[in-house]
């Protein structure tokens, strides 16, 4: 018997329990964090600054919005619902998560407290949503999104988390490989998107012709830290400070920064200029492609991905997307369908090619030769059952997110349109922030004082005056 103590900072307390790993929870935090910032700022400025200038107040809002509504909804119901106690094959059961007991005991998986595992699926949730928006930008009543975030949240995005990452799910115990959210972010927020901006009708027709970003460097912020907030995306996946971990965010910029290049290099081979726009496009595009395969998957298949993932997408959004008469139909102000769906399937198709059988292992932390063993490798291993069976499930995972994702969708977009009109007003699409939230982006040539807000101002009267009269400033 050994008389080796821990150092005094690593003993066990009331406070850190001897299941608690310090570095696992650290991490599992700041990842979480990197992951929030994607959101709020990122994808805050990235929508309010691709836009047309008269829409960059409300398309930053969106997503502001949506990111506090998931939360205040994922501790209510959502988190329980997406990882708690099994209800049926597809779902847990609703309940809050705000008892401190239950905050400070052990996750599900991993050596981590509750409160940690709820905060980082929550980051998770919330850019989910905000991928949606980037949808329906331009046009969509912002009291019906205030209706669509915690509605689709509940019943749409709480059922493909519980299936495909909860470990008594369905499609969890099938065996499929979503690393980081392949499916149940980028394929689920891609199609739920397409789906919501089917519903909601187009932007005016000027704005569908022309809708030049009002700053294309702010775009450019944002889509940084969208890039980089990635590495607590995929690196915070195995809940622990591993190889597998440091693997992962590594193969995401590889791939990321590939399917860039290869976005740029078509755009400058067919249209004659490399496109800042398109270069962005085909950054997410990677980002979105390597994220179910993250950290199993080698190094070479990365690239090989990055440069699927900058071709393909950009085949669907270049060509294919001007000649099927659905994708023509619908305006997806933010191209999610290919940027999110197409490049989420694409990048779970390949995970059943290219999982490595011994990554997979160190991911899933099980030995079961019959699971997780890519395509590729069950040819080169003698093992193409399992090969073909892995290929299969992947297969399976897209058309069962797909089928709930245009079923629930399109339940509650009808549903809210009971209530409240889904698209804008005519004339509050003509005019944009100042007629929907009476603010504007930019005080430019004298715009300050005519778009001075008269909302929340200390000189203001209250309440304030009837839309026909006018309130007195100080």
């Known amino acids: 018997m050994s008389n080796f103590t821990l150092p005094q900072n690593l003993q066990p307390d009331a406070a850190s329990p001897d299941w608690l790993n310090k570095g696992d929870n650290a991490w599992q935090l700041t990842a979480a964090t990197m992951v929030g910032l994607q959101s709020v700022p990122g994808l805050v400025i990235l929508y309010g600054s691709i836009v047309k200038k008269k829409w ?79 949808a329906l930008l331009g046009r969509m009543n912002f009291l019906a999104w205030m209706l669509f975030v915690p509605l689709w949240l509940t019943f749409s995005y709480t059922i493909t988390a519980y299936s495909i990452w909860c470990p008594d799910g369905w499609l969890s115990k099938q065996g499929i490989i979503d690393y980081s959210g392949g499916y149940v972010i980028h394929l689920s927020s891609g199609v739920a998107g397409f789906t919501a901006a089917y519903w909601v009708g187009p932007r005016t027709t000027k704005d569908r012709e022309r809708f030049p970003p009002n700053n294309i460097l702010l775009m450019l912020a944002g889509a940084g830290l969208l890039w980089l907030g990635w590495t607590g995306f995929n690196g915070g996946d195995p809940y622990t400070v591993s190889t597998d971990a440091s693997l992962a965010v590594l193969n995401t910029h590889v791939c990321t920064a590939t399917s860039l290049l290869t976005w740029l290099m078509l755009d400058i081979i067919f249209f004659g200029k490399p496109s800042v726009i ?34 393909i997408p950009w085949y669907t959004m270049m060509v294919l997307h001007k000649k099927i008469w659905l994708l023509k139909q619908v305006d997806d102000t933010m191209a999610v369908f290919h940027t999110h769906a197409v490049a989420g399937s694409l990048g779970g198709i390949l995970t059943g090619v290219f999982a490595v059988p011994k990554l997979s292992r160190l991911f899933y932390l099980v030995d079961n030769w019959q699971h997780y063993t890519g395509l590729f490798y069950g ?94 400033m100080a």
């Open 379 to 472: 040819f080169q291993m003698g093992r193409t059952t399992a090969g073909f069976k892995q290929f299969g499930i992947q297969i399976l995972g897209i058309v069962y997110v797909v089928t709930i994702n245009i079923l629930v969708t399109s339940i509650i977009c009808l549903l809210i349109s009971v209530v409240v009109p889904l698209r804008l007003a005519e004339d509050e699409l003509q005019t944009g922030d100042d007629a929907i939230h009476g603010e504007e982006a930019y005080a430019l040539w004298g715009d300050g004082e005519k778009y001075e807000s008269k909302m929340n101002s200390v000189y203001d009267e209250f309440p304030p005056a009837s839309k026909g009269g006018e309130v007195e």
């Open 278 to 311: 398109g270069a962005t496009q085909g950054m997410i595009t990677g980002l979105v492609c390597i994220t179910p395969a993250a950290g199993v998957v080698q190094g070479w298949a990365a690239i090989l991905m990055g440069i699927m993932s900058g071709s």
């Open 56 to 134: 960059a107040v409300n398309s930053a809002f969106m997503a502001l919005y949506a990111f506090a509504a998931v939360l205040v909804c994922w501790v209510g119901w959502g988190y329980r619902m997406a990882f708690g106690d099994k209800f049926v094959h597809f779902l847990g059961m609703p309940n809050v998560s705000l008892d401190a007991q239950y905050l400070i005991d052990k996750a599900f998986l991993g050596w981590l407290p509750n409160a940690t595992m709820i905060y980082f699926q929550f980051v998770f949730a919330a850019i989910t949503l905000i991928l949606i928006a980037g």
